[in-house]
């Protein structure tokens, strides 16, 4: 699934067929249903979050991911021993040898972010993802909780992330929708209206 970039500001429409028909949704769908299957559902899906925030937290991480250059052996050897020395699962470690040789590693975060939505869809819950600049604090996370609630979405999972080029503000994507409240939107509105104007 691809990420929307909100450069106006409000709300944008994500089709849902392509979370769910993409190539991470049929990978996630996989992924969900074979843990389903063998019970490992409640050893999967953490570890699987897990996975999720080494590839945010480690940029040299994400840039072997995404390395076309090197052998893919190389790269799938490297991957699994990563993964085994965190005590990752079999499971887990399989399915990263399984998007590794198919040549979709680029694509490992979009899939577990479409196995978290999948996750969620099943408990009956939306996922929103937030990424602010700086952690959000209790307070704000009860507010945001509250807001969230006033629009619909009472049975929510926040997941939060970090960008510092953001500014400031929020972007927070439930579901189909994305709301882009950060101070970098803004200034790209205001220089974009200065343009106009010029």
Known sequence: MERPTV???GTTTISIASVANGLPGRYATAL???AADRWLLNEVLPQAEALR???D???DFRALLSDRTLDIKDITRALLAVLDAQGFGATIRHFVGVIARNR???QLPAILDALRAIAAAKRG???AEVVSAQPLTDLQRVQLQSRL??????RVNIQERVDAA???GLVVRVGARLYDTSLRSRLTRLHHAMKGAA
Do not use: D, P
């Open 149 to 154: 609630a006033e629009a619909g979405y009472s």
């Open 7 to 9: 450069v106006s500001g």
């Open 32 to 34: 969900y249903e074979l």
């Open 53 to 55: 925030g080494l590839i």
């Open 166 to 168: 953001l500014l400031g």
């Open 104 to 106: 979709r590693l680029s």
């Open 57 to 59: 937290g480690n940029a």
């Open 125 to 127: 819950e939306e996922v």
